[in-house]
């Protein structure tokens, strides 16, 4: 059975770091394109940033420049590096393990991510 556990998720001050963490099991990590999305109290769930098998990254434009992605394939882990955080990242944030074309796609069960003073 798939099983993807998210941890890092909390209350942090704006301006503050925090590091998400996704560990994946019985699946063949390295071959997944890696995602990380966030949704916010009545708003859609959206992409916040990729890394594919071959290591190219995407990033949505409110996020570039403070969220790093990062992929340990030995570990089968997934990161989302965020600082500079401000109010409005605030949201669960899920990470999403896809192959393009194919039905493998999974979620995790989502980690709280608050910015708030």
């Known amino acids: 059975q798939e099983q993807f556990v998210e941890s890092g998720g909390g209350l942090v001050q704006p301006g503050g770091s925090l590091r998400l963490s996704c560990a994946a099991s019985?699946?063949?990590?390295?071959?997944?394109?890696m995602n990380w999305y966030r949704q916010a109290p009545g708003k859609q769930r959206e992409l916040v940033a990729q890394?594919?098998?071959?290591?190219?990254?995407y990033y949505a434009g409110s996020v570039k420049g403070r969220f790093t992605i990062s992929r340990d394939d030995a570990k089968s882990t997934v990161y989302l590096q965020m600082v500079s955080l401000k109010p409005e990242d605030t949201a669960v944030y899920y990470c999403n393990a896809r192959v393009q074309g194919t039905s493998y796609d999974y979620w995790g069960q989502g980690t709280q991510v608050t910015v708030s003073s």
């Open positions: 890394i594919t098998h071959n290591r190219g990254t």
């Open positions: 019985s699946i063949t990590f390295s071959i997944y394109t």
